[in-house]
Every structure is written in structure tokens, then in C-alpha cells.
């Protein structure tokens, strides 16, 4: 997606270095790969205006995340499915399981 001036929208992938950064953690990012990686945990990060969704979460399970950092958090059934497979859900550093 472009911006104004024709230019690469560049505000998610910011956010996605900063929050690998304040997790200690190497951004890789990429289609079809995790957002970052931390020894071998993998992260995702979600720089979103709505909070994620359940399938969100699924899809990043199948990648094998262990992680998932969201700007604005997640909807109750995200969460309920984050503790019942065992991945850390956080809201920017606060961690929800």
C-alpha cells in the first residue's frame, strides 16, 4: 500500500522493529514468515487499530509463533484460545496470558 507521495506505507513496519527491539528479539519480518525472532521463539506483531481476531492468532500458531504482540490488544475468544494453546498474548508490553 502506498501513501500520498507514492512512497511504502512505513508506520506497521516501525512498530515491528520497535516492539522486537523492546522485546529483545531480531526483526526479520516478510510475507509467510514471523515478524521477529528471539533465540528460538518467534514473534508476531500486529501494529492494528481493532483488536485481533481468534483466526489471527490461528494463523500464527501454524507459523509457529510462540509470541503475539498486539497494539491494541485481542477479542475475548483470541485470548481464550491464546491460554488454551499455551502462546504469550501481549498488549504492547503487558502481557493478557
Not at 80 to 89: A, P, V
Amino acid at each position: 500500500m502506498n501513501n500520498r507521495k507514492g512512497q511504502p506505507q512505513r508506520r506497521g513496519v516501525n512498530y515491528e522493529r520497535k516492539k522486537a527491539r523492546d522485546h529483545g528479539a531480531k526483526h526479520i519480518g516478510g510475507p509467510g514468515n514471523p515478524d521477529a525472532e528471539k533465540g528460538r521463539q518467534k514473534l508476531e506483531i500486529k501494529d492494528w487499530k481493532q483488536p485481533v481476531p481468534r483466526p489471527e492468532v490461528v494463523k500464527a500458531r501454524r507459523k509457529g509463533v510462540t509470541k503475539f504482540i498486539s497494539k491494541s490488544g485481542f477479542t475475548e475468544p483470541a485470548l481464550e484460545y491464546g491460554e488454551e494453546r499455551k502462546i504469550k498474548l501481549y498488549k504492547g508490553k503487558k502481557r493478557l496470558t
